[in-house]
């Protein structure tokens, strides 16, 4: 009797599901309006392939367009195809060829228009439920309405799914094998995975962790775990610290007074106290990464041992359903903000920092819709895949090589603290990592793919296959767009060809990248490298640079040993009006002025260029310089540049030159 109850309560529901259900079809499916899923939306879309990109909450381009607008470089190598076209178009907008440091409205303007300039549909408030497979093929995907679960349900059947989340909910619903959490060191093979104790974002010694300071019957201050510090390079479920990265502004017409938040508790910060008794305020820098930003506004990080991460408060996140989810991001939006009232009003603060954090406010023009809050906390990390094959440390540093990359990565070896418990009768926080000196290494196209006996119409460009420590360095947005990229061109390969991603030959990806970066027959710039023996040629005493150039090496010339060129040739420029760019990796000993000449076939042009006034903003200390223009015609020779020592006073670099069409951004 029991059953034929279940058997018919199934039944009806299946029936109403498949009468309230709409049901549609598409080439490609993207969960995630990320800005990788911007990207691959857009590129899959210009090829001509039908594509919905959904996503549950309602505004494109995540992290991108949420509050991280001092963008994490690590070298801009790493930055191709469309990942580089919306930096460029972010400079379009402030008057610059690239910019790397924007208001968070700008980035969502242009991940809009991205999606305007497409034939993609975009569905934003709608939750993944589950999928549906047949052996290793996802046939069907669906999704409810987040705001109005009583809405029909959205059922997608697409040839080729891609999970652009940050929590890897899409792969993990299809069966993909996944890791949460530090692997243990001896799983890989690795040195700076599972538990370390270091001293990066750490407390000074001699912070009490009781609540009357040396009882422990007292209990423990908010924030400090219970537990003991397990063996360094011990694997565990802890997940790094999640923040915002918050927008404020100083501009009074603008700003919108910090007050009291919902849930506020100041003895959440009794540890910032402490801490300040024996690191002594001297500004806001002390707590806060304080970076400024266009218009008089800020993109703040964490820093030292109490800031804006919420460590040890997220380890369910990965995991959890949606509901349990917006309580886990509602916590910590109530801390974050409850940490900018407490430094600008608590008497335990000194009066000049109160005066200086009440200087600012949450911008009016910023999240209109969300309060003049960021929607967007910054998910570091949460579910890694386990695909055909996993980057490693034994990756980022070079001591493994991939052949089959589809994008590379450059930035440190990163992960914030995961834990803050007691070690040795002080609060200690555990988990912190910052290793890096290491150039710019491939990723591979198998870190994108699951497993073949798992499923194999599935590309995963964010929570891509990679040990914890590796993802450190791999987790940038510029990154995740070029994965974005390339994982639309696969897909688009895999449609065409009717294969299995696993199976997509990644020659015709890049192929393809090369062909047409910017996704939409645009002409492609023409870079020329030191390191490309057939396209330079230098004359005089050139060495290693030792700076931080573009790509994994350069060469630079001292003046005072004589007169040295370096000739870019750019042998197969096609006939147009082009703007020229040369590469500059800055240091102390940089000469300020250096000679260069720019021949367009026809023409030599002679000029000195005057460094001394180039300002480089951001996380590096390098950048592109304009050298002027050139006019090619068709039928003349190779046009060229040419840099020389001639009239400098120090070290001139020879890194890069570089050819834009002049009409790139029009």
Same mark, same amino acid.
């Given at each position: ?6 058997? *018919? ?88 060829? !690239? ?131 397990? *063996? ?155 695909? !055909? ?64 006996? !798992? ?32 994982? *639309? ?25 090369? *062909? ?151």
């Amino acid at each position: 009797m029991k059953f034929k109850i279940l058997f *018919a309560a199934t039944l009806f529901f299946c029936w109403a599901y498949g009468v309230q259900s709409q049901t549609k079809e598409y080439d490609i499916c993207i969960y995630g309006g990320t800005s990788s899923g911007v990207v691959a939306a857009y590129t899959a879309a210009k090829a001509g392939k039908s594509v919905i990109l959904i996503d549950p909450g309602h505004r494109l381009g995540g992290l991108s367009s949420g509050g991280l607008g001092h963008t994490d470089i690590g070298n801009k190598y790493v930055v191709s195809g469309l990942a580089l076209d919306f930096y460029r178009k972010i400079g379009k907008h402030y008057n610059a060829f !690239e910019q790397w440091i924007f208001e968070p409205k700008v980035a969502e303007a242009i991940f809009n228009q991205y999606m305007e300039d497409c034939d993609a549909e975009v569905k934003f408030g709608q939750l993944l439920l589950d999928v549906e497979k047949v052996g290793t093929n996802i046939t069907q995907a669906h999704f409810r309405s987040t705001e109005n679960p009583e809405n029909p349900a959205l059922t997608v059947k697409a040839k080729i799914y891609m999970d652009c989340t940050y929590e890897g909910d899409l792969f993990a619903a299809a069966g993909v094998s996944y890791h949460v959490g530090r692997e243990d060191n001896r799983v890989y093979d690795e040195t700076l995975n599972g538990v370390q104790l270091m001293d990066g974002h750490q407390f000074p010694n001699g912070i009490d962790p009781y609540v009357k300071r040396g009882d422990s019957s007292s209990g423990l201050l908010w924030g400090i775990r219970n537990g003991e510090l397990l *063996a360094d390079g011990t694997g565990d479920k802890k997940v790094q610290a999640y923040n915002y990265r918050i927008t404020l502004t100083n501009e009074p017409e603008n700003r919108i007074p910090i007050t009291e938040p919902d849930n506020y508790d100041p003895s959440r910060y009794e540890l910032l106290k402490r801490q300040k008794e024996i690191q002594p305020w001297k500004g806001l820098n002390d707590v806060f990464i304080w970076s400024p930003m266009p218009n008089g506004k800020t993109d703040i990080n964490n820093r030292n041992g109490f800031s804006t991460d919420m460590i040890g408060m997220n380890w369910d996140y990965p995991e959890a359903n949606y509901t349990h989810r917006q309580e886990i991001i509602k916590a910590h939006e109530d801390y974050t903000k409850g940490l900018l009232y407490f430094v600008g009003n608590d008497p335990s603060v000194p009066a000049f920092i109160r005066a200086e954090m009440q200087k600012w406010g949450y911008p009016k023009d910023e999240y209109v819709n969300d309060g003049h809050w960021s929607p967007q906390l910054y998910i570091r990390e949460a579910r890694r895949m386990v695909g !055909e094959l996993v980057m490693t440390q034994h990756h980022c540093q070079g001591n493994e090589v991939v052949t089959d990359e589809v994008g590379y990565a450059a930035y440190t070896m990163d992960s914030h603290n995961c834990d803050r418990l007691v070690v040795n009768g002080m609060v200690k926080n555990e988990g912190n990592v910052e290793v890096g000196g290491f150039p710019p290494f491939p990723i591979s196209y198998r870190a994108i793919v699951p497993k073949r006996n !798992e499923v194999t119409n599935l590309l995963v460009p964010v929570c891509l296959s990679a040990s914890h420590i590796a993802f450190g360095s791999i987790r940038m947005e510029p990154v995740f767009m070029v994965l974005g990229q390339s994982a *639309a061109v696969a897909a688009c390969v895999a449609i065409d060809q009717r294969i299995d991603v696993q199976s997509v030959d990644v020659s015709e990806i890049k192929e393809v990248l090369a *062909a047409n970066p910017k996704a939409d027959k645009r002409q492609s710039d023409i870079l020329i490298t030191s390191s490309d023996v057939d396209a330079v040629q230098f004359t005089g005493d050139w060495n290693q640079g030792t700076g931080d150039g573009y790509g994994r090496s350069y060469l630079e010339a001292n003046s005072k040993d004589g007169q040295s060129t370096a000739k870019f040739t750019a042998a197969s420029l096609p006939a147009g009006n082009y703007n020229v760019y040369t590469y500059f990796p800055k240091s102390a000993k940089s000469s300020p002025l250096f000679t260069y000449t720019i021949f367009d076939g026809k023409t030599s042009n002679e000029k000195q260029m005057d460094l001394s006034q180039v300002e480089i903003k951001g996380q590096t200390s390098s950048t592109w310089v304009p050298l002027g223009s050139a006019v090619v015609v068709q039928g003349g020779e190779s046009a060229f540049v040419e840099i020389s020592t001639k009239g400098a006073n120090g070290i001139v670099a020879a890194n890069a030159v570089l050819f834009v069409p002049s009409d790139d951004q029009r």
